[in-house]
């Protein structure tokens, strides 16, 4: 079964303090890692996907790695608008099952 | 362009009343998807379609029905409500599949009491 851990369950950091947040994975064949910001009161918002060991991808201050056991979100220089849940999530086919981790609650203050 | 549109936003039930939740989508998306999410828990996958007349079970099946007449709608029907079903129900489309990203309704807040 898959399985996501996501740490820390929570993370405040001061505005323009880089940091990252952790992603581990188990899965059965890794067919797509995805990383969701969550508001609170709202649905999550996709982010990215990760296919493959080695591969980034990056959106405005946020940066996201892909090993085989983990992925990371990098956050550089965050801002106050950066504060939300982030939700982790693996899929590794078959039917349309995807794991959800528990996420991450950022805080970002001024 | 509205993307996902959940209704009710918030809503109490009695024990042993029935509802549905509704869940309309308008970017023409084959693949839609219902999910709980709880407290400490991840989101969990109840029911998914993959295209208008075709519905298949997710994880956590018990306690829901679900239907699919057109692209646009995919309704969440829950019988005999039993306080395990309070939470947070999201609806989800996609254009093709989970590699491509969901997009998510805001959710319903569901109490049973």
């Known amino acids: 079964e898959d399985q996501v851990t996501q740490s820390p369950e929570a993370l405040r950091l001061q505005e323009g303090e880089s940091s990252s947040l952790n992603c581990s994975y188990t899965v059965s064949g890794l067919r797509g890692l995805f990383w969701y910001r969550q508001d609170p009161g709202k649905g999550p918002e996709f982010l990215f996907t990760l296919y493959s060991a080695g591969e980034e991808k990056e959106k405005e201050r946020l940066k996201a790695t892909l090993t085989k056991k983990e992925s990371f979100l990098h956050i550089t220089a965050p801002k106050p608008e950066d504060s939300a849940t982030y939700l982790c999530a693996v899929f590794s086919g078959g039917y349309q099952k995807v794991t959800f981790g528990t996420g991450t609650k950022l805080q970002v203050i001024p | 362009n509205a993307g996902v549109t959940q209704t009710p936003k918030f809503r109490i039930l009695k024990i042993g009343q029935s509802m549905t939740l509704q869940c309309t989508q308008d970017m023409n998306h084959n693949y839609m998807y219902w999910y709980r999410q709880d407290p400490g828990m991840g989101l969990k996958l109840i029911y998914y379609?993959?295209?208008?007349?075709?519905?298949d079970k997710g994880e956590v099946p018990n306690g829901y029905n679900v239907s699919r007449s057109t692209t646009e709608d995919f309704p969440l029907r829950l019988e005999l409500a039993a306080p395990s079903q309070t939470s947070v129900y999201f609806c989800?489309?996609?254009?093709?599949?989970?590699?491509?990203?969901?997009?998510f309704g805001s959710g319903t807040r569901l109490t049973v009491v």
């Open positions: 989800a489309s996609g254009d093709r599949g989970p590699l491509y990203g969901y997009t």
């Open positions: 379609s993959v295209g208008a007349g075709i519905t």
